[in-house]
């Protein structure tokens, strides 16, 4: 498995941006597909974005597109997640999460396509 820490979430006001990075153990990690979801208060954990291991292959939720976009520094074994005009509804803690192949299924991988989990990063936006 990889070990995977997140980073970048913080406090910012509607209509701002934020920048997320998750930065993974693993030498092997440019053959992995890659997502990130999420997990509001009360909610269950939603999918959010996922890439492909060279990056040719992005899908997000409705809920984010146009506004998120997921990319990956395979040199620096590194994915982010760069969120704008982002909502009070975006209010939730981020999870990176690492696949078990180097492409997922689907333009909603369910979380059970991802083997190995980030411990979370919380992003609060303020109306």
């Known amino acids: 498995q990889v070990q995977l820490v997140e980073s970048g979430g913080g406090l910012v006001q509607a209509g701002g941006s934020l920048r997320l990075s998750c930065a993974a153990s693993?030498?092997?990690?440019?053959?992995?597909?890659m997502g990130w979801f999420r997990q509001a208060p009360g909610k269950e954990r939603e999918f959010v974005a996922a890439?492909?291991?060279?990056?040719?292959?992005?899908d997000y939720a409705d809920s984010v597109n146009v506004r998120f976009t997921i990319s990956r520094d395979n040199a620096k074994n590194t994915v982010y997640l760069q969120m704008n005009s982002l909502k009070p509804e975006d209010t939730a803690v981020y999870y990176c999460a690492a696949g078990r192949t180097t492409h997922y299924s689907g333009s909603y991988p369910s979380a059970a396509q991802f083997a190995s989990w980030g411990q979370g990063t919380q992003v609060t936006v303020s109306s």
């Open positions: 693993r030498r092997t990690f440019s053959g992995y597909a």
């Open positions: 890439i492909s291991w060279s990056g040719a292959s992005t």
